[in-house]
């Protein structure tokens, strides 16, 4: 039974006076989940109700006073959205499967006059968003409405209502575009265009229906009338050129085909457009259009290109102008100082910014701005960033040396000759007093061929290393560094490892440090050559007994060959043969660390020849061989331990007396726990049939 339908208004009261007091962002979370699956389009409930369950809804928004929206908008915004979905979703289950199944809202007049006061609601909601973040939220809730439900099996009477649900919702944005930011008028724009397209391609008896032909063309109407109202603003149609990656450019609205390839091309066409437009006598014209540019918060590295090759030429071609402009730069905008001296230093001024880039070493302002310089000047300054270098480290300035980093990494291909003792290395040191080893982040990703960690010495590779024990955990940035050290010096990234045991040990704090991985993705190869420097330094770490071993030293085996190759069978089993206990259980705690896979048997067998029938190491060989992964289905465990069970025909036939007794005794735990699970299984089955398919329990849920 849906008991969050007995009463919907209390339901919806009892969200809204908890949300205000969540104590986290994940109760915020759930309390909006409850919100929203309350409002869902129901396929029970629209059996017997229709939209009820909204209506009600969206009347107790209504009645309101929207004064009291505050504390509660992101709930009101939910149940909105959720209401105006086109969709009507139902789960049912039986014993065995869980079927979910989808259908659209059935026109109605109740329908249509749910879906308009949702929509008016929500205008208004925008209205008085205080911030950016409630605009979009409430932008969001409102485009419900214009989505169609999924496939093709909807009405053309549902399509009519949605495309005139649109229409109005568009009309609003006409009215308040002259008005709104830069970043919300792209994004809308940019939502139009492909709700634009999307009209044209209405097909089939859709199409033939005049009244789907009124209210599309309705609608297409309202969509270039935001397109005209938007783009006679100077400063958007400057703005979406050199920011953002979700411009809309006139060719668009008239050729689908107009993709990435063509956006760039025209992208550039206009920079040459603007830069020949820049002169003295507009300059702070376009100084305010920058600064409007750069105060855009970045959504990703596919924010700002544009806007950077933008000041970069205007640097080369009008260098008197933008001398002008960075002693004025503030915020965001000081971020793209390196680039506009990257475009100065090709123009014929050079003279002057080597005077203002000795100015500021004097002065030691702009650090990091001149180091990011370096990265992208057309020639290389190793003198210049190796300034910046001693600057950063005496005034202890972290965001100086990453930025230093960062250009070494890049530039580090063009001339390479000394910069590792001069640069790099001060730097990682200076980051091993910070016990900081997040550079990593900024040199990882350069090829081989033009990367520092592949020229490093052996004394130079043990300075990295310390450094690196600094990380948290080997995620793929570290274990790319890691391999590239490896390339020539594989005994000491395996060596890596034991020390950040050590290191664990020696911490002070209860943060959370993962000593060795769980699996590589790739670094076990540059171990495949090493096998007798692995097993021999992990041997020597291991202590009898030491029940955390497998998940240490075992596991750094395990995770460094995880196929079990056979130089690395061969080791072990040669220990095994010596005798010695202490390395027969060292050998059995390393398998431990695997997950019984079928490549452990011979390894196995040879411990099992090596000891007594009466050692207690043969019931921990007992455990490796059950050992299974992840199973599935319900005789999961049957099928599992029948396979294995098989897979000991051969012990049987063994030539040893006591490979063949530990096999039989092995076999018939085997079949008592396949016995047991079978009936554990079919138990369950039993069970999940009563609870789902009696009529008394109820099958839907």
């Not at 409405?145 to 009405?155: E, I, L, M, N, V």
């Not at 050199?242 to 025209?266: C, I, K, M, N, R």
């Not at 431990?592 to 020849?609: D, I, M, N, Q």
Request: charged share 25%.
């Amino acid at each position: 039974m849906h008991y969050r339908y007995v009463d919907i208004e209390i339901t919806f009261d009892a969200v809204c006076a908890m949300f205000p007091g969540a104590q986290s962002d994940e109760e915020q979370k759930h309390l909006l989940g409850v919100a929203g699956g309350l409002a869902r389009h129901n396929r029970d409930v629209w059996k017997q109700a229709g939209p009820y369950v909204q209506t009600v809804l969206v009347q107790k928004i209504g009645k309101m006073d929207p004064n009291t929206w505050g504390p509660i908008r992101p709930v009101v915004v939910e149940v909105l959205g959720e209401a105006l979905k086109a969709e009507v979703h139902g789960v049912s289950s039986t014993y065995r499967s869980v079927t979910l199944s989808q259908g659209s809202t059935i026109p109605s007049d109740a329908l249509a006059r749910m879906r308009a006061e949702a929509i008016e609601l929500l205008k208004e909601l925008y209205r008085t968003a205080s911030s950016e973040t409630e605009k979009r939220q409430s932008e969001n809730a409102l485009f419900e409405a214009d989505r169609t439900p999924s496939g093709s099996g909807y009405s053309n009477e549902l399509l009519i209502e949605i495309l005139e649900n649109s229409t109005s919702i568009v009309d609003f944005f006409c009215e308040v575009a002259q008005t709104e930011a830069y970043e919300i008028l792209q994004s809308l724009e940019h939502r139009l265009l492909w709700m634009y397209r999307r009209n044209q391609g209405i097909a089939g008896a859709m199409a033939a229906d005049p009244n789907v032909i009124k209210a599309r063309d309705a609608l297409n109407d309202s969509v270039l009338r935001f397109r005209d109202i938007v783009n006679a603003n100077k400063g958007f149609a400057v703005y979406k050129t050199l920011v953002g990656f979700e411009s809309v450019f006139p060719p668009a609205w008239d050729d689908p085909e107009f993709h990435y390839e063509q956006e760039t091309a025209y992208r550039q066409e206009r920079i040459e457009e603007f830069v020949a437009e820049v002169n003295e006598t507009n300059a702070e014209e376009w100084f305010a259009i920058i600064q409007r540019c750069g105060q855009t918060e970045p959504d990703d590295l596919a924010t700002f290109p544009i806007f950077g090759e933008f000041l970069k030429t205007l640097g080369q071609a009008k260098p008197g102008i933008v001398l002008g402009f960075i002693d004025r730069l503030d915020g965001r905008l000081r971020g793209f100082l390196g680039v506009m001296l990257s475009g100065l230093v090709q123009s014929d001024r050079r003279a002057d910014l080597d005077a203002k880039i000795a100015e500021w070493l004097a002065q030691e302002k702009n650090l990091v701005e001149m180091a990011h310089y370096v990265q992208l000047a057309a020639e290389f300054d190793q003198s210049l960033l190796r300034k910046i270098l001693a600057l950063g480290i005496k005034r202890k300035e972290t965001p100086v040396l990453v930025q230093v980093v960062s250009a070494l990494g890049r530039r580090y291909g063009d001339a390479p000759e000394g910069l590792i003792e001069t640069v790099f290395l001060p730097a990682v040191e200076y980051f091993n007093e910070q016990h900081d080893a997040r550079w990593i982040n900024l040199i990882w990703f350069i090829p081989k061929e033009r990367s520092p960690l592949c020229a490093l010495t052996s004394a130079q590779t043990d300075v990295v290393l310390k450094n690196l024990l600094y990380l948290r955990e080997t995620e793929s940035h570290a274990e790319r560094v890691l391999a590239l050290l490896a390339k020539s010096q594989p005994e000491k990234v395996f060596d890596y490892f034991g020390a950040r045991l050590d290191y664990s040990a020696s911490r002070g704090d209860d943060d959370r440090y993962e000593e060795i991985p769980h699996q590589f993705h790739g670094l076990q190869k540059s171990f495949a050559g090493i096998v007798d420097h692995a097993v021999g330094t992990v041997r020597r770490w291991f202590v009898a007994g030491d029940p955390m071993f497998q998940f240490r030293g075992g596991l750094l085996l395990a995770s460094s060959f995880p196929g079990f190759p056979e130089p690395f069978a061969r080791k072990l089993q040669s220990m095994v043969q010596t005798g010695n206990r202490d390395d027969i259980e060292f050998v059995v705690r390393v398998m431990s660390s695997y997950h019984g896979e079928v490549f452990l048997g011979e390894t196995c067998k040879a411990v099992v020849r090596a000891l007594p029938a009466d050692d207690s190491l043969l019931g921990e060989v007992e455990v490796i061989l059950q050992s299974t992964g992840v199973v599935s289905g319900e005789f999961g465990f049957v099928e599992v331990f029948t396979k294995k069970k098989q897979e000991m025909a051969d012990w049987l036939a063994d030539p040893d007396v006591h490979v063949r007794a530990f096999a039989e005794k092995y076999m018939l735990f085997l079949d008592r726990r396949i016995a047991a699970e079978q009936r554990r299984s079919e138990e369950n089955i039993a069970l999940r049939k009563r609870m789902y398919d009696d009529p008394g329990a109820g099958g839907e849920t």
